[in-house]
């Protein structure tokens, strides 16, 4: 997440806009499909705790970090202990996981000059010995993230030392077929398992502070790479998992904004729509919030599930009202025909953990217990989706809680922060997404506090 224009919705409400912000092992059946999703490790190896609350951490960027603990803090990136300690919760959970996915984002969010390409690497490859010093016989599926490369966003279409490193550090989870595109564009498919295909997408190569990839519509050849993969998969019958850090769709916090630049937004929405009887799953990172998207295809029908994972690290920006708890999550699927199924959510109360000197990772919650739904199909997401939109949703108001991991439940999302999560979770495409927004603005009689 990097700081943009005033078109984020802490920004709007700052400038006046409108005063709307005011453990014990588990036991399924063997049956259940589960796998780990990790994200934004971003670890800040210069946090330490000092006297000096302009020194705890370059990723604070010289703001004050008044009381500083063990576990991190909001205003900083991820020290190493707060790493080790959810690696180390998700290890003793109990669970038999098939899989981890990892969606990208190890660097700290620091200044371009206090990087390089050499440190970068240096961070890759530690979070990837340290995720393998934990589970050194779990299969992980990694995918890159804006800050995995210097300068950060400035991801190339060909190759290079960092996909080259990339390669290299993940060459033990991944087949040669799998590293030969990884080395040239950052992406990869494997073969889960005889029916299933994960696709790791670099969708970094869309990302808008991307000067490499501007005015390219097929930058490294990743569209076609898809089409054909996809296309593929379909002939022979097999379902397809994907995963990329930077999402699909429009930011929840912000006004009539997507995370990619719009054009490659809207060939990846045709794509998926296209393929969604392939496509079982899509995960994501990038933000640091917890939400959900449900793709809906031209007659409205809900076709695929989005899920974006919130992030290990804390961090927020200083100007930010809210911030997020760490979080990991878990997710079940059937693994016969590997539809989703739940959604298991992590968290580390950063507070409590600094107070107590003690990680004592928790559940949050389990997606379809918390909304009483049957599943995470799409179906069953539009279904909750569309009762958030409701007026007083106490549905909304946990999703919100959510979307922050329980960071502080008396922040309140209501009308713009509220219209904003709320189409962003149906209308992924521009055409319905205006139509939502300005549908909602009209009828709440909102629309004069646009930008
Ligand atoms: C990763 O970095 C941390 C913090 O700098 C260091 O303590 C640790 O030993 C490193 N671990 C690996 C596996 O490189
Ligand atoms: C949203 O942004 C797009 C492209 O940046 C623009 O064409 C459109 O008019 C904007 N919609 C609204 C409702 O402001
Ligand atoms: C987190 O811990 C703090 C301090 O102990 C407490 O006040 C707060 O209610 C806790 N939040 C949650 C969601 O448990
Ligand atoms: C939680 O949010 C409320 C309302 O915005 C604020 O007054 C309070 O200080 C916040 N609490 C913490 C612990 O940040
Ligand atoms: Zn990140
Ligand atoms: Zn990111």
């Known amino acids: ?25 588990v036991q399924d059946s063997p049956a259940t499909g589960k796998f780990w999703h990790i994200s934004d490790l971003h670890l800040d190896y210069t946090y330490h705790m000092t006297e000096d609350p302009t020194k705890v ?27 080790q300690s959810a690696l180390n919760f998700m290890k003793q959970a109990g669970h038999l ?20 390409t050499n ?36 991801f190339p279409v060909s190759t290079n030392e960092i996909y080259q490193a990339a390669a290299d550090l993940w060459q033990p989870w991944l087949k040669p077929e799998a590293l030969k595109t990884l080395r040239e564009g950052g992406f990869y498919s494997q073969l ?31 569209l076609q790479w898809l089409l054909e993969t996809l296309e593929s ?7 397809v998992y994907v995963i990329a850090h930077v999402p699909i769709g429009y930011l929840p916090y912000a006004f ?11 060939r990846l929405v045709q794509i998926f729509r296209k ?35 919130p992030a290990v690290t804390p961090i927020k920006n200083a100007r930010e009202p809210y911030s997020n708890n760490p979080g990991v999550r878990l997710y079940k699927y059937d693994p016969q025909s590997f539809a989703m199924l739940d959604v298991v959510q992590y968290f580390l109360n950063l507070t409590e953990a600094n107070e107590e000197q003690k990680a004592n990772w928790k559940l949050e919650y389990t997606m379809t217990e918390v909304f009483d739904i049957k599943d995470v199909e799409p179906q069953s997401l539009l279904k909750l989706a569309k009762s958030f939109a409701t007026p007083h949703s106490k549905a909304f108001e946990k999703y919100f809680n959510h979307f922050m991991v329980s960071y502080n439940d008396t922040i309140v999302c209501q009308g713009l922060c509220k219209v904003l999560q709320v189409c962003a979770v149906q209308f992924l495409d521009s055409a319905t997404y205006r139509q939502c927004v300005e549908g909602w603005l009209s009828a709440e009689g909102l629309d004069d506090n646009l930008p």
């Open 275 to 309: 393929y969604s009887d392939v496509i079982v799953g899509q995960f994501y990172g990038h933000t640091h919030r917890d939400s959900i998207m449900v793709l809906l295809d031209d007659q409205g029908t809900p076709v695929s599930s989005l899920f974006v994972t």
């Open 233 to 239: 998969s379909r002939q022979s019958n097999e379902k």
């Open 192 to 222: 889960v398992q005889p029916g299933l295909r994960l696709l790791s997408l670099n969708t970094n190569l869309y990302y808008s502070p991307n000067k490499e990839t501007v005015n390219m519509m097929d930058p490294a050849g990743q």
């Open 57 to 83: 951490c370059f990723s604070s960027k010289g703001h004050p970090v008044l009381n500083p603990g063990e576990f991190g803090d909001y205003m900083c990136d991820s020290p190493y202990e707060l790493i």
């Open 1 to 25: 997440m990097d700081a943009q224009p005033c078109v984020q919705l802490w920004c709007l409400l700052t400038a006046g806009a409108l005063a709307a912000v005011s453990g014990a092992p």
């Open 256 to 266: 009539n904004t997507t995370a990619l630049r719009q054009v490659h937004n809207e």
């Open 97 to 116: 996981t098939d899989f981890i996915i990892w969606t990208g984002d190890s660097p700290p969010h620091v200044p371009v000059k206090k990087l390089s």
């Open 119 to 154: 440190i970068v690497i240096q961070t890759l490859s530690n979070m990837t010995d340290t995720i393998r010093k934990y589970f050194p016989d779990l299969q992980v599926y990694p995918a890159l993230g804006n800050h995995d490369y210097w300068p950060q966003d400035q």
